[in-house]
Nanobody, 125 residues
Framework: VQLQASGGGLVQSGGSLRLSCAAS????????MGWFRQAPGKERELLAW????????YYSDSVKGRFTISRNNDRDTTYLQMNNLKPDDTAVYYC???????????????????WGRGTLVTVSS
């Protein structure tokens, strides 16, 4: 599946952004969708995912309570609503797709098989 992320930009601390990830190619509905980010000098970090099997969601501790993942299957689009943004959230954000659906599999980076180009989010203090 091909993925295209958009919606990044510059926002002040405490502000909000909504990222979008448009999917094309294979049936988007049989892929779990996730969001990752990578800050300069840091490893790629898993932020959130939604399993296609039961719509279960997961959030990392760093974004829990501030970010929300959702998907609109009719439009083949997955979103990441980001609220109360902090300077530490500055990073390139990536969406990814996985044919897996279990909790343990989706926590493994290697199980995410399709990636979109990143979109830059910059949070100013």
């Amino acid at each position: 599946v091909q993925l295209q992320a958009s919606g990044g930009g510059l926002v002040q601390s405490g502000g909000s952004l909504r990222l979008s990830c448009a999917a094309s190619g294979r049936d988007h509905r049989v892929y779990s969708m996730g969001w990752f980010r990578q800050a300069p000098g840091k490893e790629r970090e898993l932020l959130a995912w939604e399993s296609y099997r039961d719509r279960r969601t997961y959030y990392s501790d760093s974004v829990k309570g501030r970010f929300t993942i959702s998907r609109n299957n009719d439009r083949d689009t997955t979103y990441l609503q980001m609220n109360n943004l902090k300077p530490d959230d500055t990073a390139v954000y990536y969406c990814a797709a996985s044919p897996y659906y279990s909790y343990s599999d989706l926590l493994a980076a290697l199980k995410w098989t399709d990636w979109g180009r990143g979109t830059l989010v910059t949070v100013s203090s």
